[in-house]
């Protein structure tokens, strides 16, 4: 067995017996052991008691983290003629339309959420083996499908994290940078775990929330009481 460096060493016992802490604590924990030279990302995963491979089971959705996510996020627009002005004004990153379809059918892809309005979805269409597995497929339930440019450019710009249930139930995300002082981290996970519990399906039966977890980029995580995450306690 490889040995473990001082700083996993450390990690592995600050969080050892763990589990189920209150909100506070856990991102005190997650503060305290990103040690990394960068500043790593607090990202959350939640298991759901949800099955996915059934339509109406499916959970995606949206939400705006009041303190935003301190990550740089690089915007794509697809559109033509004022939109595609409107976009570039608004600050998206790249503007295009056949143009763009090629650039991304050729392998690059140089942005991290994709936004169309409807007219372009004909060829955007065509990017659906490409663009859906990397969750970055432009949909209209979650705003990223739009006439309204600027506000969606606004909004993946301004902090808005998207989220979609994977096969096994799970769902994370990133919500915040470990030098993220402790108050807008909590704020940040009660807005997403209310928005995933607001996205509850039609089709989901018995507990719908089943665990939350915290972990920075490079450390251990921690169990949540549901409780504290929710703003129940």
Do not use: W
Request: with cysteine.
């Amino acid at each position: 067995m490889a040995k473990l460096g001082k700083r996993t060493r450390a990690a592995r016992e600050a969080f050892a017996g763990k589990e189920n802490v209150q909100l506070s604590e856990a991102v005190s924990l997650i503060k305290s052991n990103a040690s990394a030279k960068f500043d790593e990302t607090v990202e959350i995963a939640m298991n759901l008691g949800v099955d996915p491979r059934h339509a109406d089971q499916m959970v995606r959705g949206s939400v705006t983290l009041p303190n935003g996510t301190g990550k740089t996020v690089r915007v794509a627009v697809f559109a033509r003629g004022e939109k595609a002005e409107e976009a570039k004004k608004a600050g998206a990153d790249i503007v295009g339309a056949e143009d763009l379809m090629e650039t991304v059918q050729s392998g690059k892809i140089e942005f991290d959420r994709c936004i169309a309005t409807p007219d372009m979805m004909p060829i955007v269409g065509r990017l659906g083996k490409i663009l859906g597995p990397r969750n970055l497929m432009p949909n209209p339930k979650i705003g990223t499908v739009t006439m309204d440019v600027t506000e969606a450019v606004n909004a993946a710009k301004g902090g808005q994290v998207q989220f979609r249930v994977e096969k096994a139930g799970v769902i994370h995300a990133g919500i915040g940078k470990a030098s993220f002082d402790e108050a807008k981290l909590e704020e940040n996970i009660r807005a997403f775990v209310d928005a995933v519990s607001k996205a509850k399906p039609a089709g989901a039966k018995g507990t719908y929330l089943k665990k939350v977890a915290l972990s920075s980029t490079m450390g251990p995580g921690v169990t949540v009481d549901l409780a504290s995450a929710t703003g129940a306690a």
